[in-house]
T-cell receptor, first 115, second 114 residues
Framework: QQQVKQSPQSLIVQKGGISIINCAYE??????FPWYQQFPGKGPALLIA?????SEKKEGRFTISFNKSAKQFSLHIMDSQPGDSATYFC??????????????FGTGTLLAVQP | DVKVTQSSRYLVKRTGEKVFLECVQD?????MFWYRQDPGLGLRLIYF???????EKGDIPEGYSVSREKKERFSLILESASTNQTSMYLC?????????????FGSGTRLTVV
């Protein structure tokens, strides 16, 4: 129930293409869904996040699509660039202080954008 | 610029050694976390802390302990290092008041146990 399942494990996209990474969860108490981006030699950094009261959130070329009924959410990277090559993690948690503010991470997707 | 600083980028230790991984944050965050990152397994939570001197087990606490004597510092201790603890270790901090309730991660410590 606490798992977040992420796919694919790796992804190769041509420059200018669309990268799509999918995640699914079981715990209906989750109400915060962030995506993290990690470059080699660095820690993950928050990229974009969504709450379940909206179905989509867009920041520049990055969009989260959220399907509450299916318990799925996805990251779309439009016009993918070589600089987007990184590992992407989805995550989920319940919002609030104390023990509930614990993120559950997916297993990660290694994205390579070819020039 | 806010920071989570991990004391070492690379460490090589011998089997059976006691190993200390240090993490310091300058954001006055209440919450601190230790994860290990392994290929294909993602980020797995080892221990976390919501307050000074408080700790809770994560998903894979066996073989590890932690210490949080001050709000800004969270230490991960490998009591007797083993080769299966060779991994990348990531520290993170957060606060309920932080933007998006997200975590700020350190750059990681790559530990090799030989």
């Amino acid at each position: 129930q606490q798992q977040v399942k992420q796919s694919p494990q790796s992804l190769i996209v041509q420059k200018g293409g669309i990268s799509i990474i999918n995640c699914a969860y079981e715990n209906t108490a989750f109400d915060y869904f962030p995506w993290y981006q990690q470059f080699p030699g660095k820690g993950p950094a928050l990229l974009i996040a969504i709450r379940p009261d909206v179905s989509e959130k867009k920041e520049g070329r990055f969009t989260i699509s959220f399907n509450k009924s299916a318990k799925q959410f996805s990251l779309h990277i439009m016009d993918s660039q070589p600089g987007d090559s990184a590992t992407y993690f989805c995550a989920a948690s319940t919002v609030g202080g104390g023990a509930t503010n614990k993120l559950i991470f997916g297993t990660g997707t290694l994205l390579a954008v070819q020039p | 610029d806010v920071k989570v600083t991990q004391s070492s980028r690379y460490l090589v230790k011998r089997t059976g050694e006691k190993v200390f991984l240090e993490c310091v944050q300058d954001m006055d965050h209440e919450n601190m976390f230790w994860y290990r990152q392994d290929p294909g397994l993602g980020l797995r939570l080892i221990y976390f802390s919501y307050d000074v001197k408080m700790k809770e087990k994560g998903d894979i606490p066996e073989g590890y302990s932690v210490s949080r004597e001050k709000k800004e510092r969270f230490s991960l201790i490998l009591e007797s290092a083993s080769t299966n603890q060779t991994s990348m270790y990531l520290c993170a901090s957060s606060s309920p008041g932080q933007r998006g309730y997200g975590y700020t991660f350190g750059s990681g410590t790559r530990l090799t146990v030989v």
